[in-house]
């Protein structure tokens, strides 16, 4: 199961930080990652860690957003700053890479305002 949180409206050039709790998996052994999806598009990947925490972005967060994990509390992190109004969407954690057919908990509203 993977329970992100943290959403919330916040406005242009603000921050949030949101989190995801996983269980069911061996998470201390799984890369994982976060992804979006803003309404009317298809689902987005935002950022990865992996299991020795080397990280990866897209360009579009590059520079804004840092992912990190705390494996003892099973849960990863997603900590955005300068919020744009386009970082509008669902945000959502999951295995890294993650079937988009595949299972999906639930994710977190993040809207950011002009």
């Known amino acids: 199961q993977l329970q992100a949180s943290g959403g919330g409206l916040v406005q242009a050039g603000g921050s949030l930080r949101l989190s995801c709790a996983a269980s069911g998996i061996a998470f201390s052994g799984t890369d994982m990652g976060w992804y979006r999806q803003a309404p009317g598009d298809l689902r987005e990947f935002v950022a990865r860690i992996t299991t020795d925490e080397h990280t990866m972005y897209s360009n579009s967060v590059n520079g804004r957003f840092t992912i990190s994990r705390d494996n003892a509390r099973k849960t990863v992190f997603l900590q955005m700053n300068t919020l744009k109004p386009e970082d509008t969407a669902v945000y959502y954690c999951?295995?890294?890479?993650?079937?988009?057919?595949?299972?999906w908990g639930q994710g977190t509203l993040v809207t950011v305002s002009s």
């Open positions: 999951n295995v890294w890479p993650a079937l988009p057919s595949g299972y």
